[in-house]
């Protein structure tokens, strides 16, 4: 009858191993599982286009608000723009605008109060916006930069 007990405890440490081996299959088997459905189901790039648009184009704005071009601080050139002439605007914003987002279509516009003093000439049907206010002197003026996708 010792014989028979000791046989059957080293069963049972076998089973238990078993058991164990099993149970960290199984684990293994579910965190795979879920890593494969996040990485199908939850594609990082095409998850949210419309935040990801909005991210830049707040960064665009922000970049175009701290610029200085040709030793003109941006706020310069948008009072240049809406008072007298538009061309420098017109030429180098939409090159910037191009050489930061290439191949990002866009709409640009810039006012001053009800006046329009810029808009591009594109339109987007589906477009995420970022716009900001540029106080000069005692006039308000609106940029508003518009990324299509």
Known sequence: ???????YEINM???QTEMMGLVI???LIVIAAIFAIRFMFFNQEDSFPELKLQLQADNLRNALLNLNIEDKVF?????????????FFKVEVPKLI????????YELELSKGPQNCYKTDKTCI????SSSNIQKNTDNYNLVISLCY
């Not at 191009?98 to 279509?105: A, G, I, N």
């Not at 589906?126 to 916006?129: A, G, P, Q, R, Y």
């Open 1 to 7: 009858m010792h014989k028979s007990r000791g046989v």
């Open 13 to 15: 440490k076998k089973a």
């Open 25 to 27: 299959l199984v684990l």
């Open 75 to 87: 706020s310069d050139i948008v009072l240049q723009c809406c008072e007298s002439n538009c061309d």
């Open 98 to 105: 191009e050489y930061s987002l290439p191949s990002q279509k």
């Open 126 to 129: 589906k477009k995420v916006v």
